[in-house]
């Protein structure tokens, strides 16, 4: 071994030799453990503003004067005239912010008390990209509120975390094997109740700690699909009992008897079987799975096997062409009453299916009959984002794409008691020029995106679908409570312009911030 650039023959001759060598690993060992306690690392680059620094633990009782300097120091006269940070604290452990991405700091810990003259000075610095320069790209606040200003917005459009004033203080650091292009197609970045950070990228799940580091990923190995792999998409949970949930796809050939004019069918969609006189439609249906910390498949349905008996055959163009592609698209699991609700898209359809026994409890949407054409006229068109209410209701964002003048609403609904009752609807908000910076054009139909998520107090926090992509949080009396835009700088327009996402998540409280920031398990 090297002590202070001396090597040291691990081989003693005698005893001292023995007892020397010994003391020098013990004292290699705990000046390891001593700086291992220190946090940030020492010219460490941080991709976060608010950061988690510690220090070895002191004597019972100690108390600490905790500071950061702006720039990089190595002397203490220079680091005491440029401290921005001063904090007296109980604990060798806070939580501090710095002002700005793309700096460089230096910081240190000394005892209140004065007991000990100066303490060992520190160095970090904090990384930037386009996406956290504010010259680049921003939220951009409509209306603020105090209510919520320990809440804390992640937008998936920007893989950024913002607080309610719309200042970034986090950012998704590079992963490995991943360009920037391939970073844009980042879906559903969210907090998980375990105190760490899921997403979907590139049809695989992660899970990642406020580090950066992955702690879990799908095994998207196809057990489920039945092919190579379970091409994850939309939506990605961990759930309370620790488990993950994730949609997948199955890709199969539906034999379908032939329609009224088999010829302007699209030819990438079918297989003609002309002995049987049959078409073998190629269908994407959707699958739910839960997956173990292990990675082991614990449960899964699949959707076919419901939409295969169900009326899904019914529904046909005005031409009498099939039109059964469901594009599912988001779940929710309600893991005290044992449902998990499956929406599909392009059916105006969300499912109710029994845990873990898979029983089909319920249809909300349209019901295709024989001869009937095609009709979306039900409660919701082109919905996302369905969930349950702590009250029992179910609401989504209807995005509404069935009615062209129309604006996306947010609906939440009485599930039928029986048989002999329908779906109801018991609020609705219509998301209008209140909270709309983008009119409408003729023929667009903004079918991508949009979440709902119901928030402690009971007020709503919504991500506005592609073509708005309005942040805001509407309470029960439909008042708006907070809203925001995030948009980027087109140089070649001279203007800001929104920013597209898919959806939008909330973290509720600085608690549960600092319970993401605090918790430092790695894989």
Partial sequence: MEWYGRKISMVPQSFAARVFAMLLLFVASFWGRLHAQVFPAEGSKLHYRLIKFSTPQGAANSKYIFEIASGSYGAEDSFMKNVIVSLEINKNITIA?????????????????????????????????????????????LKSSGQYKDAYVFVDGTRTLYDMNGRPVWYLPALPGFSKEKLRDLRDLKLSPKGTITFLLDQQAYEINYEGDILWKGPN?????????????HEFTRLANGHYMVLGDEHALWALPPSKDSSVLHDDKVVWDKAKKTINQKMDFGTVIEYDEKGKVVWSWKSSAYFKTADLINRKTLQGLYDIDPHENSFFFDEKAK??????????????????????????????????????????????SCRRSKKGYLYLYDNNSCNPD??????????????????????????????????????????????????PDSSLFVSMCSGYSELFIVGLDKKILWSAIPEKWDANGNSWEATTQYRASIINSRRDLEYLIGNTNKK
């Avoid at 196809?222 to 998409?233: A, F, I, L, T």
């Avoid at 939440?412 to 219509?430: G, N, R």
């Avoid at 023929?443 to 998520?453: E, I, L, S």
């Fill in 97 to 141: 912010e710095v002002p700005s991405f793309g700096s460089q700091y230096t910081w240190r810990v000394v005892a209140a008390d004065k007991s000990s003259a100066g303490g060992e000075l520190h160095h970090f610095s904090t990384g930037i990209i386009p996406n956290v320069d504010t010259n680049v790209s921003r939220l951009r606040i």
């Fill in 221 to 233: 190995s196809g057990v489920v699909s039945g092919k190579r792999v379970e091409h994850y998409h």
């Fill in 339 to 384: 449902v998990v609700y499956v929406s599909f898209r392009n059916i105006s359809r969300v499912v109710k299916v029994r845990y873990p026994d898979r029983k089909v409890l319920g249809t909300y949407g349209n019901i295709y009959k024989p001869g009937n054409a095609l009709n979306d006229s039900g409660l919701f068109c082109y919905q996302h």
């Fill in 406 to 455: 129309a604006s996306p609403k947010i609906l939440m609904m009485k599930e039928p008691a029986s048989d002999k009752e329908k779906l109801k609807t018991v609020w609705e908000y219509e998301c209008n020029d209140e909270v709309r910076s983008e009119k409408k054009q003729a023929g667009d139909k903004y079918t991508t995106g949009g979440n709902v998520v119901e928030l």
